[in-house]
């Protein structure tokens, strides 16, 4: 018995370390962001002030303001990436010469560094000798576009910039998800299309782009997540207060800013606390809303 009982423990020495490098990293901070959220520093102790911070919050025209961005700025993303990446891994998928030196060079970009992209890239962009403005200067192009100085809502302002760099640095990885996506679905469906006299893009439409939806739905998921956190290129690129005129900034930067720069922890906090909800509220209505089929299908069963 004592035998038996030791060769058990061992599996559990074995998972410990896991167990206790998440909950010092993952289950502590996120209790203690919750707690922190609820209360109030008040010299040397924090004292309770229930959702005083969620109201200051809700009434705090910047954090709306990042919030909106946020959003925007999600949407834009998977809104170009998705149908952008799919058209190309479609291609990529009947491509026959060097297949795999494309899926490298696509993919390059997914590896590099985030930080020394957005330095790239804040090169790029640069109004005045930057890449993009002098081939436009070249082409006649005037006036200039800003770019990264421009905080309006136009094709050529800091969103749109940003948004080209996350769809630069994504798209090889979801063309690679994409891809074997496509390479799952059954060649027989293929083969039965033909004999019923269905062209390429009938194949393409009512049988390729249905058989993906678990694709689709694993993308657009793990998209929205990405999104909502996104940080590191926008931290560079416009800073903390994300310039010009918190044009940039999301969420996560808010918080970053209400952490370390305003020293309001516990705002701070409330606002990483609304953030959790608002990712786990769109990942439930994308997941019930991508699977609905699914569990009507079993509840009916």
Avoid: C
């Amino acid at each position: 018995m004592l035998r038996k009982l030791r060769k058990s423990l061992i599996w559990y020495v074995f998972v410990a370390p896991t167990f206790i490098l998440y909950a010092l990293f993952v289950a502590y901070p996120t209790f203690e962001t919750f707690r922190l959220s609820f209360f109030q520093e008040v010299a040397t102790r924090q004292e309770f002030v229930g959702a005083l911070h969620y109201i200051r919050l809700l009434g705090n025209q910047v954090f709306l303001a990042a919030l909106l961005n946020t959003a925007f700025l999600g949407i834009i993303f998977l809104m170009i990436i998705v149908p952008l990446s799919l058209v190309m891994a479609s291609l990529l998928n009947n491509l026959h010469v060097w297949p795999n030196l494309f899926k490298a060079i696509y993919f390059l970009p997914q590896i590099t560094s985030t930080v020394a992209v957005a330095l790239v890239f804040s090169y790029v962009f640069q109004p005045n000798w930057g890449l993009v403005n002098n081939i436009l200067r070249e082409l006649g192009v005037d006036p200039l576009p800003l770019w990264l100085a421009e905080p309006r809502y136009v094709l050529t302002g800091s969103r749109a910039a940003v948004t080209i760099l996350a769809v630069w640095v994504a798209l090889g990885y979801y063309m690679l998800i994409f891809q074997a996506g496509l390479q799952a679905v059954p060649s027989e469906l293929y083969d039965a299309a033909v004999v019923d006299g269905a062209g390429p893009l009938q194949t393409w439409w009512l049988i390729t782009i249905p058989s993906l939806r678990p694709t689709f739905i694993f993308l657009f998921i793990t998209g929205t997540i990405d999104a909502m956190s996104r940080f590191s290129d926008l931290w560079m690129l416009g800073g903390p207060a994300g310039t010009p005129a918190r044009s940039l900034q999301t969420i996560v930067m808010y918080v970053y800013q209400t952490a370390f720069e305003s020293n309001d922890f516990n705002l701070a906090s409330a606002a990483a606390v609304i953030l959790f909800v608002a990712v786990l509220v769109l990942t439930v209505v994308n997941f019930r809303s991508f699977l609905g089929r699914e569990f009507s299908s079993q509840s009916g069963a």
